[in-house]
């Protein structure tokens, strides 16, 4: 198998890619990040801090060259919702490419598929409810914020908007598991649980799996949000649908 010029983590929202993707970065393994997140070839143009009339091609060059920040390899975090129009966009691209993976790698080079899911539906359905609620996405290992999206607000246990959540979550794990069997795809499974008990064990496999040498860090640069508010809309979801 070549040494890969590039990978893409696989994944969903609140399924700790944020924590895996900084202990990639901060190894040397690229600057995996969302690229290519909404479905909108000008968000990707915002995104990247180009110029509104950047022609498509130029977009990709730009994001691998981002991705790669000064390393070997590209690294790109691609979330289920934002997977149909990246792929569509790269076989427009790449007509000859008889699959999606074929265009990726038409595209960016011998590519490795990482798979990071949560096992734990109802969990992953909870912190999604929350961080939307409350605005506050992610923390620094400081405590300090590192992504909020809107003012904070105080998070109120909303059944249905969990039950959504719960549904969309699933879905998102049965469409990749779909997409790799279609493209002939055998991801490098990665799960939550796994990650958040052990992070610098978790990046030691992924390194290995990617043919890079073993880094040692510090501390993971990402704090754990979830607390006891979300242990207890979990135990009060459970009831309610008994």
């Not at 700790?16 to 990639?24: D, E, I, R, V």
């Not at 801090?49 to 981002?66: G, V």
């Not at 506050?136 to 992504?147: K, P, V």
């Not at 949000?225 to 242990?231: P, Q, R, S």
Request: charged content about 25%; some cysteine; glycine content about 4%.
């Amino acid at each position: 198998m070549p040494r890969p010029a590039a990978y893409i983590l696989c994944t969903s929202p609140r399924s700790g890619s944020t924590l895996l993707c900084g202990l990639l970065r901060d190894s040397g393994a690229g600057h995996p990040k969302s690229y290519f997140h909404r479905p909108s070839l000008a968000d990707w143009r915002s995104g990247l801090d180009l110029d509104p009339n950047t022609p498509r091609a130029d977009i990709f060059a730009e994001a691998a060259r981002q991705g790669r920040a000064n390393t070997d390899i590209f690294g790109l975090r691609l979330q289920r919702q934002s997977a149909p129009f990246f792929f569509e966009q790269l076989r427009d691209m790449h007509p000859a490419a008889q699959t999606d993976a074929q265009a990726v790698t038409a595209q960016f080079g011998p590519t490795r598929y990482l798979y990071l899911h949560r096992t734990d539906k109802l969990a992953q359905a909870v912190s999604l409810v929350r961080a939307s609620q409350s605005g506050l996405w992610h923390r620094n290992a400081d405590g300090s914020e590192l992504e909020r999206t809107a003012p904070p607000q105080t998070p109120t246990y909303d059944q249905d908007a969990i039950a959504t959540e719960l549904a969309t979550a699933k879905t998102y794990d049965t469409e990749w598991e779909t997409w790799f069997t279609r493209e002939g795809i055998t991801p490098f499974r990665l799960d939550y649980d796994r990650l958040a008990a052990d992070p610098h064990a978790t990046l030691a496999r992924v390194l290995n799996h990617l043919d890079l040498p073993p880094v040692t860090l510090s501390a993971p640069a990402v704090a754990k949000l979830a607390d006891d508010i979300n242990a207890d809309w979990i135990a009060r979801f459970k009831a309610d649908t008994k």
